[in-house]
């Protein structure tokens, strides 16, 4: 198995005492697309942030593999209003190279605005620029803080299209927040569900049947997944995609109800 991009050791972040981050376990490795899910305040953003360094675990530790460059995509582009700022200018100040720059843009279809203001973007345009400008690090690890917010459906559905063809070009591993279960539920390969300790976690198929995650989000949302279960005839490999009979290494053999 391929060594992790990032690990999580019994990672702790407690504030006043309280843990919102209680003792969390995870892995991600190259072609991972992991999603955190879970209710408001669970911790999520503080999980993030220590994978980030800019949140100090108080107690276990975050290994990251040597060398990482991260991308990340924060949940809002905050900005001075009053400072006037083109597409072109911000993805300068991120160190890139002109070039490197307009090819991110290129790749998440927002290369037209090259000379607009970043104030006027519109709330989808801006998540494009956000990712464009994670992208031209060239990451070799992907930290997603809810980057369909403001993404009207369409736009959510060829948003994570674009997150999975970025993680099959770049071989990157991909860590995200999110609050659309749905789109979770058709677009990840695998789910955690946080609530200050990781509650479950699997194939979001598998995890929408678990006792924690209905006890965390409720039957009615449990039940309004089940348009996503559906009964395997095949296998898949650690990564979720599916494999032949002949490539089964690693892979499970089992079937959703
Ligand atoms: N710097 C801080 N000092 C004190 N408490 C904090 C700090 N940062 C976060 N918290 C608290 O920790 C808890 C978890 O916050 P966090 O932002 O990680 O949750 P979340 O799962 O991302 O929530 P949401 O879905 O609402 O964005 C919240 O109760 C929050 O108030």
Redesign the pocket.
């Known amino acids: 198995m391929p060594d992790a991009l990032v690990r999580l050791h019994q990672l702790t972040v407690q504030?006043?005492d309280r843990p919102?981050?209680d003792r969390v376990e995870m892995a991600v490795r190259r072609g991972d697309i992991i999603t955190i899910i879970?209710?408001?305040?669970?911790?999520?953003?503080?999980?993030i942030k220590a994978v980030l360094g800019i949140q100090k675990p108080s107690s276990g530790k975050v290994s990251l593999a040597n060398s990482l460059v991260i991308g990340y995509v924060p949940q809002h582009l905050s900005l001075e209003a009053t400072l006037p700022l083109s597409v072109r200018r911000f993805m300068l100040l991120s160190g890139r190279s002109g070039a490197e720059c307009e090819a991110a843009l290129e790749r998440t279809g927002v290369r037209h605005l090259l000379d607009a203001s970043v104030h006027h973007l519109s709330g989808g345009e801006k998540q494009r620029l956000l990712l464009a400008r994670a992208l031209a690090r060239r990451p070799d690890l992907l930290v997603l803080d809810?980057p369909a917010q403001g993404v009207d459906i369409n736009g959510q559905a060829a948003l994570y299209d674009l997150i999975r063809q970025l993680r099959d070009e770049l071989n990157c591993g991909v860590i995200m927040?999110s609050?659309d279960l749905h789109l979770v539920m058709a677009a990840t390969d695998k789910v955690i569900c946080?609530n200050q300790h990781v509650c479950c976690s699997g194939y979001p198929a598998d995890i929408s049947h678990d006792p924690a995650f209905i006890e965390t989000f409720g039957h009615q949302v449990a039940e309004s997944l089940a348009v996503y279960h559906h009964n395997h005839n095949h296998r898949h490999n650690l990564h979720g995609d599916i494999v032949t009979s002949t490539d089964v290494q690693g892979a499970c053999d089992h079937e959703h109800h």
């Open positions: 504030f006043d919102v981050v879970g209710p408001n305040g669970a911790g999520k953003t503080t999980l809810e927040i609050h946080l």
